[in-house]
Every structure is written in structure tokens, then in C-alpha cells.
């Protein structure tokens, strides 16, 4: 077995802790294809945040030396898949799998994950062309969940004298060299030390597949592309996912040498415009006009309840997790956030063949015979704004599994939202966060699919550049 230094974090593996995941979707994919029959675009990225967050299981004591890995727990040790390749999609929902590496001795990084994990090598390859595995110089610090043995071996890795020994860190910080980047070749190098992070289950979008990609391009200029994004696919690829996305497909479909560039995000459950650049120079352009406000955005939502016409406020909390949380009240710290609402009007609930061919989460709603229609202006464009702001209302987008929850648990007890209008006095800080706890268990996981958000236009330059997107899907079930 390849000599390592590793953290375990299961029986069957070398792992460290388990990272912040997502379930897998596993729709059935529509178009099968080899991974090696079209070219693929490789970028090097940086990720400043790294979330660690334990598997909630016991940890697994372990024991580690130069040339083995000794496991010491005698459980039955997870049944994971046999692994072949990435493609197609898988047809089912597989289980979270992330794993930590501390590289004990150099060599390419395909060698050593094939040996560490005991996965194929065809595998591994696609792992790292899909932008699922992840490097740094030195090993990030530990949560605060991690077991004694863990941060001893972390200590033991980034001592100071065994850091002063590495050519490679030379005039560098321990905080820059714990910078991830994205492995973008099988056959980088890796030196003893370094950290390896592999997402063995990236998330998928199955989606990507079943598109008519040429047939969602709106608009192509020398400098960008527009997109009528589909919903339940991302626009500019995940964590552990660049091969599945907006830019990646349009790239393709378009026949460019160079990939699309991402100039702006919209939720993978949100479907409408987005624009993608051709160019380093746009992107950097399209970037200053959306700092300074000149990019014009109309969304089209489907509501639950009806809407009130008129200028909708509320203040976010400046925490970079969903779900975005909303107060009606000023809070010290927390972003402004206001749409307008231009226009809403009822319209048939979807049929249930629409809502079966989107994959339309129901989640619970009690009235499901009129919908509403909204025409919004977003004049602040905050992470899951829309969504976030028509749920604080009482009317939550159509299939919004995370947001409508909330909503329908706010609608039968109004006084569990610690930020409503109806929210208790708290005789203390200790009992005010426990309301926010209780108050985040409301919300439900995000959608795999459509919900009722369309981007509906977007347009800069004082409206000479206006783009529109197609039917939402909402309206594909009416006569």
C-alpha cells in the first residue's frame, strides 16, 4: 500500500473529516457518452472558504505509520459502489463521500489517490477533470469536533520544523499555503505534505444531459453569450462539479476553444437569462456594471398566495449559508433587501403533469387550485433574495422545498419567527438563539429541480442590450 499520512474517518478508508455535502440528484439521464469524447475545459480556482463539518458517527480510532495504516475499529465497514466511471449519471442517489489526505510521499496525484482510496484509475481521472479533487501546500486546520489523535496529527504535519524543510513553501505564510486549489491534471505532482481533498461523490446534474443546449442560446455577440439557463443545473459548476455546468455545455455546443466565463450566478433551481463571456475583459466589464447598478433584471415568480404591488424591504443576515434568513425589522450588520412588485396576477395552479415532467416538489402546500404570477423588479440582488422575501410574506415560491416550509410553519404558529412581525421578547441572548435555532430547523433542503423563478429579462447600457427568456415552465401546461 502507498506509504501515507492520512485521517481516518471511516473503516475502509485514509480519510480525514468529512466536509459539508449535498445529496445526490439521480434523475435519469437522457444521454449516455463517454467522458473522453469531448474536449474538456480545465480552470484553476481558488477556494477560500473550507467548511469542515464530522459525520455525525463515531470516530474511528487509527493508528499510522510511514509505510501502513493501521484501523483499529472492527465495524462493518461502509458498502460503497463498485466504481467504474463518472459517466453516464448515476440512476440512483449514492451517499456523501469526501475524503482527506495528507500525501506522506511525492508522486502524481492519479498514483497516489488510486492508492490511497483503492479506487481505478479511470475513476480518478474523471474525478479530477470534473474538478472534484483539491489541493493545498500545507494542511487547513481542524474543526473543533476533531478527535485528539486527528489534531495530534495535524500538529505533527505542520510543525514548524518539518514546514522549514519544504523548498515549495518558501516565502509564503502557513495561511497562504493553506489555499486550496483545484488538481487540473492527472498528472500534477504532488510533494510529501500535501493536503488532498476528494470529493469520491460529486454532485450531479443530470439535467445538463436532456438539454437542447444550441436551443437555450439567446443571444451571441464577439463578448458574451446569453443563456435561457434551464432550471436543476448550475451555472458555473459546484465545489466538486465543473464538468456539469452552464458554461461548460453552452461552451460546447457553441464549439468555442476557449470556455465561457461566468459573469453572474443564478440559483441551479432558478431557470432565465444569464450572461456568460467570451472574454476576460467583458467579464470584468459586465462585473463593474453590476457594482454599479446599471444591469436591470425582471424576474417572473410563481406564488403561492398573492403578492401586494409595491416595494417589498427586509434585512438579511450577513451569514453566507442558506437558509438566507430575513428580518421585517432593521438588525445592526444586516443587508437592506428590496424588490419590487410590478404586477401580480392569478393563474392556474400547475397541472399535475407539469409539476411531474419538472419535478415539482409539492411540500405540503394546503391550496393548490390558483397560483400568482409576479412581475419583479429586484433592485438588490442578494443570494436567494426573491425566495427568501415572498416566503417572509406568507407566499413562498411554487416547489421551494427549503423556503416554503418555513413559510407554512410560520402561517400556523406566527410567533416562531424570531425576526416576524409577530416574533416573541426574548428575556435573554441565550433564549434569542435558541429561537434561531429552532427557527432555521423549519426550513426544508434545497430543490433538486424547477421552482417557480424565471429570470425573465436582463438588460445594461440604458436598455440597449435587452435580452428576454422563453415560456417559464409554468405556463407549458396552459392551452
Given at each position: ?125 474523471d474525478l479530477i477533470c470534473f474538478g472534484a479533487v483539491h489541493y ?36 509564503k505564510t502557513v495561511r497562504e499555503a493553506q489555499k486550496t486549489y ?298
Open positions: 500500500m502507498a506509504a501515507l499520512a492520512s485521517f481516518s474517518s471511516n473503516a475502509l478508508v485514509s480519510s480525514l473529516w468529512a466536509s459539508n455535502l449535498r445529496a445526490l440528484m439521480a434523475p435519469p439521464c437522457a444521454l449516455l457518452r463517454a467522458l473522453s469524447s469531448t474536449p474538456r475545459f480545465r480552470t484553476r480556482r481558488s477556494n477560500k472558504d473550507l467548511c469542515w463539518v464530522t459525520k455525525k458517527k463515531p470516530s474511528v480510532p487509527f493508528s499510522a505509520t510511514k509505510a501502513e495504516v493501521v484501523l483499529e475499529d472492527h465495524s462493518s465497514p461502509p458498502r460503497y459502489p463498485e466504481y467504474d466511471r463518472l459517466l453516464p449519471c448515476p440512476q440512483q442517489n449514492q451517499p456523501p463521500r469526501v475524503e482527506h489526505l495528507v500525501v506522506s510521499d511525492g508522486g502524481t496525484v492519479l498514483d497516489y489517490i488510486c492508492k490511497a482510496l483503492d479506487l481505478p484509475p479511470l475513476f480518478v481521472a493545498a501546500l500545507v494542511c487547513p486546520k481542524p474543526p473543533p469536533s476533531a478527535t485528539p489523535e486527528q489534531v495530534r496529527l495535524f500538529k505533527q504535519v505542520t510543525e514548524p520544523s518539518v514546514l522549514q524543510k519544504r523548498s515549495s513553501l518558501k516565502g483545484r488538481i487540473t491534471h492527472v498528472n500534477e505532482f504532488v510533494e510529501a505534505g500535501t493536503y488532498l481533498r476528494v470529493h469520491v461523490h460529486p454532485k450531479r446534474f443530470p439535467r445538463c444531459y436532456e438539454v437542447d443546449w444550441k436551443s437555450r442560446i439567446i443571444a451571441v455577440t464577439d463578448s458574451y453569450v446569453v443563456l435561457d439557463k434551464p432550471a436543476a443545473t448550475s451555472v458555473g459548476g459546484t465545489t466538486d462539479n465543473i464538468e456539469e455546468s452552464c458554461a461548460t455545455f453552452t461552451s460546447r455546443a457553441l464549439g468555442l476553444e476557449t470556455p465561457l466565463r461566468t459573469t453572474h450566478q443564478i440559483d441551479n433551481c432558478t431557470e432565465g437569462c444569464v450572461v456568460l463571456a467570451k472574454t476576460k475583459d467583458f467579464c470584468s466589464i459586465f462585473h463593474g456594471m453590476i457594482r454599479d447598478k446599471q444591469v436591470k433584471k425582471l424576474y417572473l415568480g410563481l406564488a403561492a398566495a398573492p403578492v401586494p404591488l409595491g416595494i417589498i424591504s427586509h434585512f438579511m443576515r450577513p451569514v453566507n449559508i442558506a437558509p438566507r434568513l430575513v428580518s421585517k425589522d432593521f438588525i445592526e450588520g444586516w443587508h437592506l433587501c428590496q424588490l419590487e412588485v410590478l404586477e401580480c396576477k392569478e393563474v392556474p395552479w400547475p397541472s399535475s403533469d407539469v409539476e411531474r415532467r419538472y419535478y415539482i416538489e409539492g411540500c405540503g402546500w394546503p391550496l393548490r387550485s390558483v397560483a400568482y404570477e409576479c412581475k419583479i423588479n429586484l433592485l438588490t440582488g442578494k443570494t436567494h433574495q426573491v425566495r427568501a422575501q415572498l416566503a417572509a410574506i406568507g407566499a413562498p415560491l411554487i416547489g421551494d422545498s427549503m423556503y416554503m416550509p418555513a413559510a407554512l410553519a410560520e402561517k400556523s404558529n406566527p410567533r416562531i419567527n424570531p425576526f416576524g412581525e409577530y416574533k416573541k421578547e426574548y428575556t435573554s441572548q441565550e433564549d434569542k438563539m435558541a429561537a434561531v435555532g429552532e427557527w432555521i430547523a423549519q426550513y426544508g433542503k434545497e430543490p433538486s429541480a424547477a421552482i417557480g423563478l424565471q429570470a425573465s429579462r436582463i438588460s445594461w447600457d440604458d436598455g440597449k442590450c435587452f435580452y428576454e427568456a422563453g415560456c417559464p415552465w409554468w405556463r407549458h401546461g396552459i392551452a
